[in-house]
């Protein structure tokens, strides 16, 4: 069966970076987008960055653009997710999702995910 794991989660002071990860398993990694949603208490649900499995391309919300920067090893089939110049607004459970179309016009789009991982908590301080 399909699984996303993240790790990486946790508490820093606003300016600093984490690094979070997405392990995964039980589908065909190169042929999926992965992508980072978070959200915030009382907000929606939200999509940060996009990796593609097919060709590497990247996306990213605005509110990241030049904060944050995602790759991936498909040998690890692993995600990670750096995100540097953190301010409180990141404050956030931060889940990954695989889309199998394999690139990320859909998360671009707000497209359904076809595999969740459980999520792991980022608290940026002030």
């Known amino acids: 069966e399909a699984q996303l794991v993240e790790s990486g989660g946790g508490l820093v002071q606003a300016g600093g970076s984490l690094r979070l990860s997405c392990a995964t398993s039980?589908?065909?990694?190169?042929?999926?987008?992965i992508a980072w949603f978070r959200q915030a208490p009382g907000k929606k649900r939200e999509a940060v960055s996009c990796?593609?499995?097919?060709?590497?391309?990247?996306w990213f919300h605005d509110s990241v653009k030049g904060r944050f920067t995602i790759s991936n090893d498909h040998g690890k089939r692993t995600v990670w997710l750096q995100m540097n110049n953190l301010k409180s607004e990141d404050t956030a459970v931060y889940y990954c999702?695989?889309?199998?179309?394999?690139?990320?016009?859909?998360?671009?789009?707000?497209?359904?995910?076809?595999?969740w991982g459980k999520g792991t908590l980022v608290t940026v301080s002030s």
């Open positions: 039980g589908f065909t990694f190169r042929s999926y987008g």
């Open positions: 990796i593609s499995g097919e060709n590497g391309s990247t």
């Open positions: 999702a695989a889309d199998r179309s394999g690139y990320c016009v859909g998360t671009s789009l707000g497209a359904a995910m076809d595999y």
